[in-house]
């Protein structure tokens, strides 16, 4: 899968609170979440896990390419079923599958990372994030906006509680179309902090989107 925007979102928004962190990226694809995460938490640890060989590879070129080499590990694994010698993350994140249709994509690959029937679904992202987070860790994601409720549902159920929603519209006419989650391992009783982000205005990106993003401009 390429470079997206859902992807560089994520990477720029995640937050654990925490400088010196222990990361874990599911399905880090080219491995740029796992770079951005890097980067923003310079005493930190990433994990970047892949499932697709091929694509694990480019992660580990681009990881190797990177100043940040010393600090990420790519592993190739599936995360649903996979005995990863890791525990007590301070923050997970993940761009997942979300396709549902019946339909694959002619490409195994891209069926992988975009389906949910023949790659990682919500139940078992979230039922292993609990898994291998520490007490209060972060679990955090970008979705579609009409799948929120689902996965909220499926996350409320294994333990986790939503403290940070942030809504993507493309433009400020349109409904959102992505939605970025934060949610907290354990019973939190805090209220829900529920903000929304434009990214284009006038034909250039919004201020705010900018703001953002801005660490990651050449």
Same mark, same amino acid.
């Given at each position: %899968? ?5 992807? @560089? #979102? ?13 990361? &874990? ?6 491995? &740029? ?13 990433? @994990? ?40 007590? %993350? ?37 039922? $292993? ?41 493309? @433009?400020?006419? $349109? ?5 970025? #989650? ?10 829900? &902090?529920?903000?929304? &982000?434009? #990214? %284009? ?16 401009? #050449?």
């Amino acid at each position: %899968m390429k470079v997206g925007t859902d992807g @560089v #979102l994520l990477g720029a928004w995640a937050d654990c609170g925490l400088e010196t962190a222990k990361i &874990l990226d599911v399905g880090t694809g080219s491995g &740029l979440i796992a770079l951005m995460l890097a980067q923003r938490f310079a005493k930190s640890q990433v @994990v970047a896990l892949e499932i697709d060989e091929q694509a694990t590879q480019q992660a580990q070129e681009n990881v190797d390419a990177s100043p940040f080499k010393d600090r990420v590990t790519i592993l190739q694994g599936d995360f649903a079923s996979a005995a990863l010698e890791i525990d007590d %993350m301070d923050m997970i994140v993940s761009n997942p599958p979300y396709y549902d249709e019946d339909v694959l994509p002619p490409n195994d690959s891209r069926a992988i990372a975009r389906n949910t029937q023949s790659g990682l679904n919500f139940r078992n992202l979230i039922t $292993k994030s609990y898994e291998l987070l520490r007490e209060a860790g972060n679990l955090c994601v970008i979705i579609p906006k009409v799948a929120q409720t689902r996965f909220h549902t499926i996350a409320n159920e294994a333990g986790f509680s939503l403290v940070h929603q942030l809504d993507i519209q493309t @433009v400020e006419r $349109k409904d959102p179309k992505r939605v970025l #989650l934060k949610f907290i391992k354990g019973r939190t009783g805090v209220s829900v &902090l529920r903000e929304t &982000l434009v #990214l %284009m205005e006038n034909g250039h990106r919004s201020p705010a989107y900018s703001a953002l993003c801005q660490d990651f401009y #050449l």
